[in-house]
């Protein structure tokens, strides 16, 4: 797998003119948003002077205004980055994608299967509305991988009985097989109790999760400290999470800087990322010349599928029986 200089080099150098056409394509596109967005402006305050004066600012029409406005806003924005979005995942993401390995497959419009993120068991709730786009799938050195963005969210209703939607996860979720056949499961959660509340009350709090199978302590402080782990096999777990297994997590946790959530299930390594972004959306307003928004997409692409070395699971520590 290419390293992430080469990357940034093919980014610059081999995508150059079709960087220069869509930075071209962005700088208009941002510029009729300015110039909508300063006519919006001064539509909305000569309309919130004469309401102010005829009906008073708190009025349930200017309300519906101001609400009126901001969806306009929002559905103008979506609608003039379409096409946008499109051409740079065409001409952008699909050929680092393809620089990265050419044997993996990529859809800007496809989603990981839902299925795979509930048999992960990393977050316990039935998934009532699930999105997603970016889907990458394939193998790196022999060992199959596939990923996506996703948006998992479930509903509740509130005391009138009105639908109210809530994020379960938003982020990055990768499933890859895993080199070692187990029959058991066991899910790395954040330590959030520890974090939040020290090493005593949070073990309390971990403890008393019922959700979950028995907490597996291990002889690892750094990682102890990130990470809490649940498992109906405790020395499976053990078998799983070596030493080494559980320092290539805390070194991953540490370079990708976003909330982490593994889970090894069904002979299968499951990864939620749990960014809050859609990761391969091109920002309006960042220039695509920019280094730091380059950096961003290539790193997040080699991050991602060089979790099949980071995590080695290209090494046939064991065999599978």
């Known amino acids: 797998m290419k390293s992430t200089s080469e990357l940034t080099d093919f980014y610059y150098k081999e995508l150059y003119p079709s960087l220069s056409e869509l930075e071209k394509t962005r700088t208009h596109i941002l510029s009729q948003l300015k110039w909508y967005g300063a006519m919006g402006a001064v539509a909305f305050v000569i ?25 306009l ?18 001409h952008i993401i ?47 050195d022999g060992v199959n991988l596939e990923f996506s963005d996703v948006h998992a969210e479930y509903q509740t209703k509130d005391s009138k009985g009105r639908t109210q939607w809530h994020t379960l996860f938003r982020g990055l979720f990768v499933v890859a097989e895993f080199n070692k056949h187990f029959k058991s499961r066991t899910v790395i959660l954040p330590d959030l109790a ?18 979950r199978d028995d907490v597996i302590q291990l002889d690892d402080p750094e990682f102890e400290k990130k990470f809490v782990v649940y498992g109906n096999d405790p020395i499976e777990a ?14 991953f946790q540490k370079k990708i800087s976003y909330p982490l959530f593994v889970s090894f299930i069904n002979n299968h390594i499951h990864i939620a990322i749990a960014t809050q972004k859609d990761l391969f959306e091109p920002s309006i ?37």
């Not at 806003?73 to 065409?90: E, Q």
Request: charged share 20%; proline share 3%; hydrophobic share 40%.
């Open 47 to 71: 309309t919130a002077i004469w309401m102010g004066k005829n009906f008073g600012l708190l009025h349930p029409l200017m309300m519906g205004i101001v609400i009126g406005f901001a969806a």
């Open 73 to 90: 806003t929002s559905m103008t924005y979506r609608f003039m980055i379409k096409g946008y979005a499109k051409d740079f995942k065409a």
């Open 94 to 140: 699909t050929p680092l994608i393809g620089a990265i390995d050419p044997h993996l497959l990529y859809n800007p419009d496809f989603v990981i299967s839902q299925h795979l993120l509930q048999r992960s068991n990393l977050f316990q709730r039935d998934i009532d509305r699930y999105s997603g786009n970016d889907y990458v799938k394939g193998s790196i």
């Open 194 to 211: 520890e974090k939040t509340f020290g090493n005593l009350i949070g073990g309390w709090l971990q403890s008393k999760n019922a959700s």
């Open 238 to 251: 053990r078998y799983i999470l070596t030493h080494a297994m559980m320092k290539r997590i805390v070194q």
């Open 285 to 321: 307003f960042t220039s695509l010349l920019d280094y730091k928004q380059a950096m961003e997409y290539v790193n997040t692409l080699n991050n991602t599928i060089g979790l099949v070395e980071e995590l080695k699971l290209n090494e046939k520590l064991w065999s599978k029986e």
